[in-house]
């Protein structure tokens, strides 16, 4: 997608701010598919935005194979079961 040069917005469009506070749950797949592709076409016509949803997304990437393979102690996820069972009152 290109930017619009005209100066015009659709409604629909989204501002930076908009855009950048939604990156997260956009590269988590987490956003309505309507705001998914506003983020997206926002990110497209903006290269400040594009180059931080870049980062973000080697950043994820980055993140996620630094934690590839690494588990929950067992005794950590018991204490973790017990605590949740404990506040809902569940036993």
Avoid: N
Wanted: net charge negative; glycine share 4%; charged share 25%.
């Amino acid at each position: 997608m290109s930017p619009d040069t005209t100066g015009a917005q659709s409604a629909d469009a989204i501002d930076c701010e908009a855009a950048l506070t939604q990156l997260g749950d956009y590269l988590k797949h987490e956003l309505t598919p309507d705001l998914a592709a506003r983020v997206r076409a926002h990110v497209e016509a903006c290269a400040p935005c594009f180059h931080e949803l870049r980062f973000a997304e080697r950043l994820l990437a980055l993140l996620q194979s630094s934690a590839a393979g690494i588990r929950c102690p067992d005794p950590l996820r018991t204490r973790i079961a017990e605590a949740l069972r404990a506040e809902t009152g569940d036993r």
